[in-house]
């Protein structure tokens, strides 16, 4: 019942922070997190209040996987008619999204993906995942976008909003660092091109990373977790080489290379085969890497802070 109670508190905060808001303009941010659709998953049985509802095979499914999708939607709903109720949407930015691709290794208790590879893994199925972006009269009702984003560009977006100029260049501790966020306004009010046009993709240790994207083109290193959604627990891979609880294998000498708008499911290396080869694309490849890397000395990685296990 966690998540029925949860949306119950976060209700009735947002009532609170809407009054303020009307008697003095004073904004104010929420971060709404789930526990649904974390393995275990359980759906609710609405035994704690009268209000609550059983979800207990309440999607086609009937897995507790996909009953708590419709639980997960149901308090998701509460929220959007709660801010209609408060007439708050029109100055009320909402984001839905998850902070990593499907733990297919934990299936059926687990998302499903299109895409190769699964959590922990430097494929599209490790860190590709849906975002759903409202705010009636500013975001344009049904635009879809295919640019390069992420979850840490949120925090140079909200900044931006909240008219900061200058991003943090140290943390709490007077330390240097990245910040490693860029302003995606644009790209949710449709107004100019998008500033990103690369995105590293890391694993738990990784520092160099175990794939790049530059525009439209991918290079892989990393093969962790490779078989995810095209050779599932019946192809002979078992359940740890599905995810972040397989090793870590690296290619020999060159990446794959892939066209995530031809091939999404990164199927079809391009790096050396016939007229479709691609080897001039490392150039803009290794640049990217150099940079990120020349950063390291200016800002060197802070010590692992994870219990995971390192090698020997």
């Known amino acids: 019942e966690l998540d029925l109670v949860l949306t119950d508190s976060a209700i009735s905060q947002m009532k609170d922070y809407a009054k303020q808001y009307k008697s003095d303009n004073t904004p104010f941010f929420m971060s709404i997190n789930f526990g649904k659709n974390h393995q275990p998953n359980l759906p609710a049985q609405g035994t704690l209040c009268e209000s609550?509802?059983?979800?207990t095979h309440s999607s086609l499914a009937k897995s507790k996987y996909a009953d708590c999708v419709v639980e997960m939607d149901y308090?998701?709903?509460r929220i959007m008619d709660t801010i209609r109720d408060l007439e708050i949407e029109e100055n009320t930015f909402v984001i839905y999204t998850v902070d990593n691709g499907a733990w297919q290794d934990v299936h059926p208790d687990s998302g499903?993906?299109?895409f190769r590879g699964t959590k922990g893994s430097d494929r599209e199925g490790g860190s590709r995942v849906p975002a759903i972006a409202w705010w009636p009269g500013k975001i344009r009702a049904g635009s879809?976008?295919?640019d390069i984003v992420g979850g840490l560009d949120l925090l140079a977006t909200f900044a931006s909003w909240a008219g900061i100029k200058k991003l943090p260049r140290?943390?709490?501790g007077d330390e240097p660092i990245i910040f490693d966020s860029i302003d995606m306004s644009n790209v949710l009010f449709e107004c100019g091109k998008p500033k990103r046009n690369r995105w590293f993709y890391f694993t738990e240790t990784e520092l160099a990373p175990g794939a790049v994207r530059i525009g439209k083109f991918k290079a892989v290193y990393n093969l962790?977790?490779?078989n995810g959604a095209i050779g599932g627990s019946d192809n002979g891979g078992g359940a740890p080489e599905l995810g972040w609880r397989g090793q870590n294998k690296y290619v020999a000498t060159v990446p794959?290379?892939?066209d995530l708008w031809q091939d999404p499911q990164e199927r079809y290396d391009l790096f050396m085969n016939s007229f479709t080869e691609k080897t001039w694309t490392m150039i803009f490849f290794n640049n990217a890497?150099?940079?990120l890397l020349e950063t390291y000395k200016k800002y060197p990685p802070r010590p692992i802070q994870s219990e995971t296990y390192n090698g020997p």
């Open 52 to 55: 609550h509802n059983n979800f």
């Open 224 to 226: 962790r977790g490779d």
């Open 75 to 77: 308090n998701v709903g």
């Open 256 to 258: 794959a290379l892939y």
């Open 144 to 146: 879809d976008s295919h």
């Open 112 to 114: 499903y993906t299109p």
């Open 170 to 172: 140290k943390d709490r």
């Open 289 to 291: 890497i150099n940079e």
